[in-house]
């Protein structure tokens, strides 16, 4: 190696140097300007933000009270002026059930998914991390909640603990935790061979420090994706649990349990079941857009 | 691939062990006294005293799941509280109609899923690809419980073109001897009971239907486009092989594996939907029966019809990596 500084560097080499730096951004970079290029995605985050707007604004959207009901005479009125997607079996306004129904969706899909996330991640985390037993205990207990199709495992654990909203939320929740812990596993598993980590350690921080404040922030991205995605699949399975009378109880404007009242009058009025069955449905399928987006964004083998 | 088959099953064992313990942990996770809760608050002393001795709750945990666990080994699922009848004989009746529903639902599945998936790859960015995949995002994200309602009022309400309801009209008569009714039809060679079961299959098969189907598409799909950028796809192309050959015997074989994965899980999700799916439309198999159960709180049946259902699901799942060898040789057991 010569200590002689080159007095002449390369033009081509300052150049593409010059280019490579303009180019290289952060992954969360990255990801961004590729999400804002993708026109699927954008529906989806459009979706979201509607979804988060109603609910914020919910009292100012919505036309009649969610719970109120004038007289039984206004019962399964078609829509109309007065009453946009019509009436229910109480004379309800349904418009105005599905935006306060807006509220409810959020905080299952924020609360579910935070239950699955928080245990998932510190479950996958610690097995990938520690590896040996421990990664074989928490791994053998993971395959175990696998064995059970998820929504049945719900609604069992829902008819243990009692029909209601908050223990919906909570079995929604614990079905969820497998898939959070497997791919936080296998994320940790590829993090903890890196130098940072090696480092991190012969430094001698502790296995608790390292572990939460490098190598968890490290699998960030397959962690917010797998969020995204399963927010829809939680509103969905909540929507479930509360159209078997498992869920939210009357006269919460849940919108599954709005779908479940209308049942019985399929025949005549519609209308009960479509609009809360499409609210439903726009929201999965915004979350699934927007989540898939995510994982193309985020994937570095798309990077090409 | 025997010796792999063995120890597949060892290992099961203690996966099977845990969803045991988890089952018969259901019924002490029921807050208060389960056999206040099973039977509610007017019940007399002396009833409950009768379940808590029946249901053996005043013995010690272990004794209690050392008794599950032998009870099942031969076979004996318990009682139903509700309806004092046997509930390994009431799955046994029930079983086939969710398990006929569910075959039909994932062969709809796997032919459109397919067929949608290959057709879009190999016409990539056409009309064909961008509906078909369309649909498939509508249909990952389509509540099953309100496409079935909407399918019942367009097309029993609306159209009275198919039963709203149940697995046979009452105006037929069927012979059975499996209890799968479409199977029994042809045995007996009675089509008028082929016809009618076949129409009753149709909606809540579909619902069923309709997510896998969704997922398979979208699988089959990438997993094709990546399959046919390989060599040997160009190579049979360049040596002038019929295209119909090159997609099916070159491209979809190989491409078939995570397809396989995917309908495997499918399968049992498919278990678990059924419960919403034969809700709706009053299918009278294991989903409804463990519906009922949840509702007039019959734990009994609600801990065995799960451990069975979790029991068919590890088999599929199994079942599911042995197939693998089958379309790719080179994945070597150890």
Same mark, same amino acid.
């Given at each position: 190696?010569?200590?002689?500084?080159?007095?002449?560097?390369? @033009?081509?080499?300052?150049?593409?140097?010059?280019?490579?730096?303009?180019?290289?951004?952060?992954?969360? %970079?990255?990801?961004?300007?590729?999400?804002?290029?993708?026109?699927?995605?954008?529906?989806?985050?459009?979706?979201?933000?509607?979804?988060?707007?109603?609910?914020?604004?919910? @009292?100012?959207?919505?036309?009649?009270?969610?719970?109120?009901?004038?007289?039984?005479?206004?019962?399964?009125?078609?829509?109309?002026?007065?009453?946009?997607?019509?009436?229910?079996?109480?004379?309800?306004?349904?418009?105005?059930?599905?935006?306060?129904?807006?509220?409810?969706?959020?905080?299952?899909?924020?609360?579910?998914? %935070?239950?699955?996330?928080?245990?998932?991640?510190?479950?996958?985390?610690?097995? =990938?991390?520690?590896?040996?037993?421990?990664?074989?205990?928490?791994?053998?207990?993971?395959?175990?909640?696998?064995?059970?199709?998820?929504?049945?495992?719900?609604?069992?654990?829902?008819?243990?603990?009692? @029909?209601?909203?908050?223990?919906?939320?909570?079995?929604?929740?614990?079905?969820?935790?497998?898939?959070?812990?497997?791919?936080?596993?296998?994320?940790?598993?590829?993090?903890?061979?890196?130098?940072?980590?090696?480092?991190?350690?012969?430094?001698?921080?502790?296995?608790?420090?390292?572990?939460?404040?490098?190598?968890?922030?490290?699998?960030?991205?397959?962690?917010?994706?797998?969020?995204?995605?399963?927010?829809?699949?939680?509103?969905?399975?909540?929507?479930?649990?509360?159209?078997?009378?498992?869920?939210?109880?009357?006269?919460?404007?849940?919108? %599954?349990?709005?779908?479940?009242?209308?049942?019985?009058?399929?025949?005549?009025?519609?209308?009960?079941?479509?609009?809360?069955?499409?609210?439903?449905?726009?929201?999965?399928?915004?979350?699934?857009?927007? =989540?898939? =987006?995510?994982?193309?964004?985020?994937?570095?083998?798309?990077?090409? | 691939?025997?010796?792999?088959?063995?120890?597949?099953?060892?290992?099961? *064992?203690?996966?099977?062990? &845990?969803?045991? #313990?988890?089952?018969?942990?259901?019924? $002490? /996770?029921?807050?208060?006294?389960?056999?206040?809760?099973?039977?509610?608050?007017?019940?007399?002393?002396?009833?409950?005293?009768?379940?808590?001795?029946?249901?053996?709750?005043?013995?010690?945990?272990?004794?209690?799941?050392?008794?599950?666990?032998?009870?099942?080994?031969?076979?004996?699922?318990?009682?139903?509280?509700?309806?004092?009848?046997?509930?390994?004989?009431?799955?046994? $009746?029930?079983?086939?109609?969710? *398990?006929?529903?569910? #075959?039909?639902?994932?062969? /709809?599945?796997?032919?459109? &899923?397919?067929?949608?998936?290959? #057709?879009?790859?190999?016409?990539?960015?056409?009309?064909?690809?961008?509906?078909?995949?369309?649909?498939?995002?509508?249909?990952?994200?389509?509540?099953?419980?309100?496409?079935? /309602?909407?399918?019942?009022?367009?097309?029993?309400?609306?159209?009275?073109?198919?039963?709203?309801?149940?697995?046979?009209?009452?105006?037929?008569?069927?012979?059975?001897?499996?209890?799968?009714?479409?199977?029994?039809?042809?045995?007996?060679?009675?089509?008028?009971?082929?016809?009618?079961?076949?129409? $009753?299959?149709?909606?809540?098969?579909?619902?069923?239907?309709?997510?896998?189907?969704?997922?398979?598409?979208?699988?089959?799909?990438?997993?094709?486009?990546?399959?046919?950028?390989?060599?040997? *796809?160009?190579?049979?192309?360049?040596?002038?092989?019929?295209?119909?050959?090159?997609?099916?015997?070159?491209?979809?074989?190989?491409?078939?594996?995570?397809?396989?994965?995917? #309908?495997?899980?499918?399968?049992?999700?498919?278990?678990?939907?059924?419960?919403?799916?034969?809700?709706?439309?009053?299918?009278?198999?294991?989903?409804?029966?463990?519906?009922?159960?949840?509702?007039?709180?019959?734990?009994?049946?609600?801990?065995?019809?799960?451990?069975? *259902?979790?029991?068919?699901?590890?088999?599929?799942?199994?079942?599911?990596?042995?197939?693998?060898?089958?379309?790719?040789?080179?994945?070597?057991?150890?």
């Amino acid at each position: 190696m010569s200590l002689q500084p080159n007095p002449l560097p390369d @033009p081509k080499l300052a150049e593409a140097q010059e280019t490579n730096q303009s180019k290289s951004s952060s992954l969360w %970079g990255d990801a961004f300007s590729r999400i804002v290029k993708s026109k699927t995605s954008l529906i989806g985050l459009c979706i979201i933000l509607i979804l988060i707007i109603t609910a914020i604004f919910a @009292p100012l959207i919505a036309t009649h009270s969610p719970t109120d009901y004038a007289s039984l005479t206004d019962r399964y009125q078609s829509p109309s002026s007065e009453h946009i997607l019509g009436t229910d079996e109480l004379g309800r306004d349904i418009f105005s059930r599905i935006v306060f129904g807006s509220r409810i969706s959020i905080q299952i899909g924020v609360i579910a998914v %935070g239950i699955s996330m928080i245990i998932g991640v510190l479950l996958g985390g610690i097995a =990938g991390y520690f590896g040996r037993w421990i990664d074989q205990i928490i791994m053998r207990l993971i395959d175990i909640m696998m064995a059970f199709p998820s929504i049945l495992l719900a609604i069992a654990l829902v008819a243990v603990l009692g @029909p209601n909203l908050r223990n919906a939320m909570i079995a929604v929740g614990i079905v969820g935790i497998p898939q959070f812990a497997r791919i936080v596993r296998s994320a940790v598993l590829s993090v903890k061979e890196t130098e940072y980590i090696e480092a991190a350690r012969a430094i001698g921080a502790k296995h608790g420090r390292t572990l939460m404040q490098h190598v968890l922030p490290n699998c960030l991205a397959p962690i917010i994706v797998q969020a995204t995605l399963s927010i829809g699949t939680a509103i969905l399975d909540a929507a479930g649990l509360s159209f078997l009378g498992l869920g939210a109880q009357p006269p919460k404007p849940e919108w %599954g349990a709005m779908l479940s009242d209308g049942r019985a009058a399929l025949q005549n009025a519609p209308w009960v079941v479509a609009f809360p069955g499409m609210a439903i449905f726009l929201v999965v399928l915004g979350f699934n857009l927007f =989540g898939d =987006g995510l994982r193309d964004a985020l994937d570095p083998r798309l990077k090409q | 691939m025997l010796k792999y088959i063995v120890r597949r099953l060892f290992m099961l *064992i203690p996966v099977l062990i &845990g969803v045991s #313990i988890l089952t018969f942990s259901l019924i $002490h /996770l029921i807050p208060g006294d389960p056999a206040r809760s099973m039977l509610g608050d007017k019940a007399t002393e002396a009833q409950l005293e009768s379940l808590q001795e029946e249901l053996g709750l005043n013995d010690p945990y272990i004794v209690q799941y050392g008794r599950f666990l032998g009870d099942i080994v031969q076979g004996d699922l318990g009682t139903s509280i509700q309806s004092k009848e046997d509930i390994a004989l009431q799955l046994l $009746h029930k079983l086939p109609a969710t *398990i006929e529903l569910t #075959i039909f639902a994932m062969i /709809l599945a796997v032919v459109v &899923g397919i067929v949608a998936g290959v #057709i879009a790859a190999v016409k990539q960015y056409s009309w064909f690809d961008n509906i078909s995949m369309t649909g498939a995002l509508f249909g990952v994200s389509m509540p099953i419980f309100w496409l079935g /309602l909407m399918m019942i009022f367009v097309f029993s309400v609306q159209l009275q073109l198919l039963p709203p309801s149940g697995r046979m009209s009452s105006s037929i008569e069927l012979e059975t001897i499996t209890n799968f009714f479409l199977l029994d039809s042809i045995l007996t060679l009675n089509w008028a009971a082929f016809k009618d079961t076949f129409f $009753h299959l149709l909606m809540p098969g579909i619902a069923l239907g309709t997510i896998p189907m969704a997922i398979i598409a979208r699988m089959t799909r990438s997993s094709m486009l990546e399959v046919m950028k390989q060599d040997y *796809i160009r190579t049979a192309d360049a040596k002038g092989l019929k295209k119909h050959l090159v997609i099916f015997q070159h491209a979809l074989k190989n491409a078939f594996l995570p397809v396989l994965t995917v #309908i495997g899980l499918q399968f049992g999700l498919l278990l678990g939907g059924a419960v919403l799916t034969e809700t709706i439309f009053s299918w009278p198999g294991v989903g409804r029966y463990v519906y009922l159960a949840v509702l007039g709180r019959d734990y009994p049946v609600v801990q065995s019809t799960i451990l069975i *259902i979790a029991i068919i699901f590890v088999m599929v799942n199994l079942l599911t990596d042995l197939l693998y060898k089958y379309f790719d040789p080179r994945i070597k057991y150890e």
